[in-house]
């Protein structure tokens, strides 16, 4: 982790790669053909900024051993951006996409719009061996597997062990905690997300699924929100309302929550593993005091029940080179290349032997809670609708502390539902 | 809108040789050649570029069309327009970017006018004021609204600390105020500079005549400016009035929509790129579309004469 | 002469005190929030987020990075590229089309105004997709013709309004003075018709070559390498330490960089917006 560089300075070798893989393409064919370099299948595997990402492409060039040659063609940083350059150029039937990079909210969208390929034979075993349930579910769709899950990704409770001796089990202790120490005159913030995005989504899924509610039904295609959906629209109020949370909560997304956190008026932050080696860089003063614990949960004997994140790998439907395509997919995503990429761009694998490897120990102390909680992970409402249901959540749950819980669960019911049928405006 | 004005018969043409309009005189059909040839080339560019994008956009807000569902798709009529129209979120952000739109264009206009002033009259450091004044407008809307971003949020920012001791990006009305602070701060260079050009129109010599009267400052720039500097200003109304009612960058940045700030392009992006929903994304850009279609007809019919290509040219 | 002299520099120093002090409020509210970007960018990532309006600890890190790598500098080429050839183009047509406006009569000028200001007019969000399909087909997309055509297409609306708008307040009537003066029409178009027409142009090169330089919805959509794509577009590409961290620094340090052409551009051209219609002029 010391090789951490912020902006765009470590990417000189991807630069040169990505242009090298042009002029190769070129002749006469537009940049998004799956032209061939000598008889050598191009692959190019279209993916999220990675810092090191390009190194795990090189290596699998060098294990395919000539057999096809993969481009990491390099998707802006936001995420709406990546998905409609992958959506515009999927409905034009654009067949210089071969391997996409799915946020794990978006493989039902794209398996049931028909732009990606089912994972069947071999091909599956190899995906699904030894991967944990809910990255590989996050990957499925009606039972069919559309993508290979390529890593993970999920919330910590990050706590000021000076000011909390013990870690919170619950929200409601966590609220009482952080209470008594602002009486007290401490930092007592519980910094996390709050921003009408997709941050507080995943926040109040949190609480749904900790509390064993649902929002969707099982399928997916039709609105439940029982009553486990509507008490945690309580405790996102009460939350929202107790005078625990920064100023800018509901302006907030991570990187502003691991800065409240970092500039020490918070005693809590609820925020995925990032902040861990950017604490270390950032503050150091802090470094020693902040340890890490299971996300809280509702009930205090019921372990809590975590969003599941991460990036999922598919094969688009109109590659000229299926095969290849899954193989590099496959390679992309290996035990090895997780290993690596674990180590040296900080996400969580998605293969449960990794995190037994010694040198997780180092880069990953907390592995061990990563691992607990993905396997007792939430997904998000799997559905083809995904962006549409997150949208209008967000819109009814920001701000927070406004939320009037059977009044807006009455609201959520009829809108949610339209939302799964692309039926009426989104917020 | 304007088409009507400019086939009016040119009754009272300056040139006489046009009152001979019976039948048309070979200079007349030069004349018609001439323009004809020198309009074609961005007539072709902007038809050949925009023809098909616009009416294909058109032609998907009459039709129930969702990317996800292109099973679905089928023609709906004015389906989509009655669903928007009958929204609540559609006129919230129409309220809201209705009066970002008014706000922001009319104190531009003053301030514009007045930045104008200075950058044409000055007698120190032209050069540097021109310059520096234009600055904010050369400025990438993104990157000028995440440091505002970050200048008005508490703990990372200087603003924030001067102003009030909250968050004033929580808030529906802090949060307006500094969208519209950041939208005049951005796009006055742009009125400013547009009104410059129109101040150089302005023949010293009729000033001077007019203060050798006796007129007062006041009266000069009513009596003699204004009436000159009127096309400018209608053109830079007119051009950051379509921009205004558009705004998304600030927003997008600033609050994402958070606290009702939503505006109708954030509206429309949700659900054309977010959404994927064509059909209602497409509806909302043409009612966009017509929203500012009107705002401009006012603007044509307020200034009559001055506008481009209307009949009565060339009088002052 | 000595003693007036006296009085009128008492009275032409008051003067430039007076545009002093406007120019210095001018200046105050048009950099204050320019020098806050570039604050941050000479800010350690460690410091970046004091709130601090100087930075405490200076660094070159973020200029260094961006820098490093051949994105950002071919981004730069290309906006520069792109940004100058749109404008040349779509200011010299603009010219013409803004002059047969304002001078000629035809029947079909109305129906120009209208479609241009149409145009401007619809929302670019809904035309990008359309765009992007044509331009795949013809094998446009991802150079540097596939953002020049619509970068022209949208700045002509404007050079056209603003050049027309100019265009009619040209006294036109010197032109002949001058022809009968003895002076060609190449003479007359030259001596007295250009240097009024100069604000106007140099207005409309301004503008126009700032919207091509800060477009960014185009710029993302219609390019998928570095080949072609400019540098708004180039900096949401910019690499945080992880998914979730903004290269905060690096962007502002882009941000600052590229504010160089802009200024030289400006600098370059404010020059001519001066008044062209001085009683000289006028009077030969």
């Known amino acids: 982790m010391a090789e951490r560089s912020r902006g765009p300075g470590r990417r000189r070798r991807r630069g040169v790669a990505a242009l090298a893989a042009f002029t190769l393409l070129a002749p006469g064919v537009a940049a998004c053909g799956g032209a061939d370099d000598g008889g050598v299948p191009v692959i190019n595997v279209y993916y999220a900024p990675e810092e090191n990402f390009q190194k795990v492409v090189d290596d699998c060039n060098q294990q395919a051993q000539g057999k096809y040659r993969i481009a990491y063609q390099v998707l802006p940083r936001g995420a709406d951006e990546q998905r409609v350059q992958m959506v515009r150029r999927l409905a034009a039937e654009d067949d210089g996409m071969d391997v996409l990079g799915l946020d794990v909210t978006w493989t039902a969208e794209f398996a049931s719009a028909k732009w990606i390929r089912e994972w069947t034979g071999a091909q599956r075993d190899e995906a699904s061996k030894g991967t944990l349930q809910q990255p590989l579910e996050s990957a499925s769709y009606e039972g069919k597997l559309y993508a290979a899950p390529k890593n993970t990704n999920t919330q910590l409770l990050w706590y000021r062990s000076d000011l909390v001796p013990n870690p919170p089990k619950t929200w409601d202790e966590m609220i009482q905690m952080s209470q008594d120490l602002k009486s007290q005159g401490k930092p007592y913030e519980i910094d996390t997300m709050g921003a009408q995005y997709e941050g507080l989504v995943v926040l109040y899924n949190n609480m749904v699924a900790s509390d064993g509610g649902k929002i969707l039904s099982d399928d997916g295609n039709k609105v439940e929100f029982d009553d486990g959906a509507v008490k945690a629209l309580g ?193 | 809108m304007t088409a009507e004005t400019a086939e009016k018969p040119t009754t009272h043409r300056v040139r006489p040789e046009r009152k001979a309009r019976a039948r048309l005189s070979e200079g007349k059909k030069a004349e018609r050649k001439l323009g004809w040839l020198l309009c074609a080339p961005a007539a072709i560019v902007m038809l050949a570029v925009t023809a098909y994008p616009i009416l294909y956009s058109v032609w998907l807000s009459f039709q129930r069309f969702d990317l996800k569902f292109p099973d679905q798709r089928e023609f709906i009529g004015l389906g989509n327009y009655i669903t928007v129209l009958s929204n609540q979120y559609w006129w919230t952000a129409f309220g809201v970017t209705a009066l970002i739109t008014v706000v922001t264009v009319a104190v531009e206009l003053v301030l514009g006018m007045a930045l104008a002033w200075i950058m044409f009259r000055t007698l120190v450091a032209r050069g540097l004021v021109r310059t520096a004044a234009l600055i904010p407008y050369g400025i990438v809307t993104v990157v000028a609204a995440f440091s505002w971003k970050y200048a008005w949020t508490p703990d990372t920012g200087y603003l924030a600390k001067l102003f009030t001791d909250g968050a004033p990006l929580t808030e529906r009305a802090s949060s307006l105020a500094i969208i519209m602070l950041a939208e005049i701060w951005k796009t006055t260079p742009f009125m400013a500079l547009l009104l410059m050009a129109g101040l150089a129109l302005v023949p010293d010599d009729l000033l001077k005549a007019a203060s050798m009267d006796g007129a007062s400052g006041w009266q000069r720039f009513t009596k003699v400016m204004l009436p000159v500097m009127k096309p400018a200003i209608l053109v830079a109304l007119l051009f950051r009035t379509l921009d205004a009612f558009r705004v998304f960058d600030n927003i997008y940045v600033l609050t994402a929509g958070a606290n009702n700030t939503s505006s109708v392009s954030m509206l429309a992006y949700n659900n054309l790129i977010r959404g994927l929903n064509l059909g209602i994304g497409s509806t909302m850009s043409v009612l966009i579309f017509i929203a500012v279609a009107i705002i401009a007809f006012v603007f044509v019919k307020l200034f009559g004469t001055a506008a481009p290509g209307s009949s009565d040219e060339g009088r002052r | 002469m000595a003693v007036i002299d006296q009085s009128a520099g008492a009275q032409s120093r008051l003067k430039n005190w007076r545009w002093g002090v406007l120019d210095v409020i001018v200046i105050v509210f048009a950099l204050i929030p320019v020098l806050w970007i570039a604050s941050l960018s000479f800010k350690t990532p460690a410091t970046i987020t004091d709130g601090n309006f100087i930075p405490r600890e200076w660094t070159l890190e973020n200029y260094r990075n961006i820098f490093n790598t051949d994105q950002f500098v071919r981004a730069l080429i290309n906006s520069i590229g792109i940004g100058l050839i749109s404008t040349i183009v779509a200011v010299v047509l603009g010219t013409m089309a803004a002059y047969a406006i304002a001078r000629l009569d035809f029947p079909g000028k109305g129906l120009l105004i209208g479609i241009s200001l149409l145009i401007a007019m619809f929302p670019q969000v809904s035309l990008v997709s359309p765009l992007f399909e044509i331009e795949r087909s013809i094998g446009l997309f991802d150079t540097w013709p596939g953002l020049i055509l619509p970068y022209i297409t949208f700045g002509l609306p404007l050079a056209i309004y603003t050049l027309s708008a100019f265009f009619r307040q040209i006294p036109w009537d010197l032109e002949k003075a001058a022809k009968m003066d003895g002076a060609t029409q190449g003479e007359a178009f030259r001596r007295v018709i250009a240097p009024l027409a100069m604000p106007g142009i140099f207005t409309t090169a301004i503008l126009v070559f700032i919207f091509c330089w800060n477009d960014f919805l185009f710029a993302i959509s219609l390019t998928s390498t570095e080949r072609s794509r400019t540098v708004p577009a180039a900096l949401s590409f910019f690499q945080g330490a992880s998914q979730f961290e903004d290269p905060t620094g690096a962007i502002c340090a882009a941000a600052a960089v590229i504010t160089i052409p802009i200024i030289l551009f400006v600098l370059f051209f404010q020059r001519r917006i001066v008044s062209g219609l001085t009683s000289g002029a006028v009077k030969g």
């Not at chain 1, 929202?240 to 907030?252: I, L, M, Q, Y």
């Not at chain 1, 790998?313 to 995503?333: G, I, M, N, Q």
């Not at chain 1, 102390?365 to 949208?391: C, E, H, M, W």
Request: aromatic share 8%; net charge negative.
């Open chain 1, 235 to 427: 405790t996102l109020q009460k939350f929202a309302s107790a005078g625990v949370t920064n100023p800018s909560f509901t302006n907030t997304q991570e990187d502003a929550a691991r800065l409240q956190f970092q500039g020490g008026s918070g005693a809590f932050q609820l925020n995925y593993p990032f902040v861990w080696p950017a604490l270390q860089e950032g503050a150091p003063d802090l470094k020693d005091k902040v340890k890490w614990a299971r996300y809280p949960g509702i009930d205090a004997n019921t372990p809590s029940k975590v969003t599941v994140g991460g990036y999922n790998l598919a094969v688009s439907k109109y590659t000229k080179h299926p095969d290849e395509s899954f193989a590099a997919a496959l390679c992309l995503r290996s035990p090895e290349h997780q290993l690596f990429s674990a180590i040296n761009d900080g996400v969580p694998p998605t293969i449960e032997s990794v995190y037994s490897d010694p040198q997780m120990d180092k880069a990953y102390p907390f592995k061990a809670d990563i691992l607990a909680q993905v396997k007792d992970g939430a997904n998000r409402p799997i559905t083809p609708a995904y962006q549409n249901v997150s949208t209008v959540l967000s819109a009814t749950l920001s701000p927070p502390a406004d939320i009037r819980p059977d009044q807006d669960a009455k609201d959520l019911r009829g809108s949610i539902q339209d939302a799964l049928e692309s039926k009426g405006v989104l917020p």
